[in-house]
């Protein structure tokens, strides 16, 4: 018998990671909800509950070393694998400030979430992913850590200027690729893979959704587009970075 799709989301209860959550249980997956927050989780569980999407609340702080513990006991011991991890949680608290005044105790925030927290989760998860028969590892990045696309003037995120969540987010590519490059020389069936989900109306750092939307950000639908379809296609290539437009420059 084919084996359930478990698929675990960090910060799910909030924003794309739970447009993701939403759309993904809508097509039968089943859901973990990674959340820092009990309560919130708690209401996340509800809400998708009520949309008749399977879903489970696996309380998960990304940078903190035994919440992740908890978390993969958990997994391992309500499902014994996982299919798919998507590493959605992320954080921007750079402020747009220049790169010569940003504070690097500011720097180390962005990265303690996006870039070791990702890093950890991702290790942490990898005994359950390898005991799936095909699974997939889904990072959230972003067209703000592309090194190309800040050096060309025609790119949207030329005059972007965020230098600890863009560094971080460039981080974290290089960690996909590596371990893109690893897991498939080492003959596994768990493809790693970067996407872009690009300016997006959610309260993501510390802005709103409605001030978002003004600026032309796009609904957290389509925001996730990218996501859904490497979660739900049957075959996906490895190592990397896309959106909906196609492939994104590293």
């Given amino acids: ?50 949309q008749g999407v399977e879903a489970t609340l696996v309380q998960l702080d990304v940078t903190n070393q035994d919440s992740i513990a908890k978390a993969v006991h958990q997994i391992e011991t309500d499902y014994g694998y996982l299919s798919i991890l998507i590493n959605n949680a992320g954080a921007a608290f750079d402020q747009h400030q220049a790169p010569s005044q940003l504070s690097t105790n500011v720097m180390r925030r962005d990265f303690d979430i996006n870039f070791f927290g990702l890093i950890d989760v991702t290790q942490a998860m990898l005994p359950l992913l390898s005991k799936s028969s095909a699974a997939r590892i889904i990072n959230i990045s972003s067209m703000m850590g592309s090194l190309t696309a800040s050096l060309m003037p025609g790119a949207e995120t ?48 510390g802005t709103s959704a409605a001030s978002a939307a003004a600026r032309g950000a796009k609904t957290p639908a389509q925001g996730v587009a990218r996501t859904v379809a490497l979660a739900t296609r049957s075959t996906i290539d490895t190592a990397t970075f896309t959106n909906t437009n196609g492939i994104v420059p590293w």
């Fill in 1 to 50: 018998m084919k084996q359930p799709i478990v698929t675990l989301i960090t910060g799910a209860n909030t924003g794309m990671g739970f447009e993701i959550a939403a759309e993904l249980g809508q097509q039968g997956q089943t859901i973990l909800v990674g959340a820092r927050d009990l309560e919130r989780g708690q209401a996340a569980i509800k809400q998708l509950t009520d």
């Fill in 158 to 205: 030329y005059q972007a200027s965020a230098v600890g969540y863009q560094a971080s987010k460039a981080a974290a590519n290089m960690f996909t690729i590596q371990l893109a490059k690893q897991l498939s020389a080492s003959d596994t069936n768990i493809t790693v893979n970067a996407v872009d989900p690009g300016m997006v109306a959610t309260n993501f750092g």
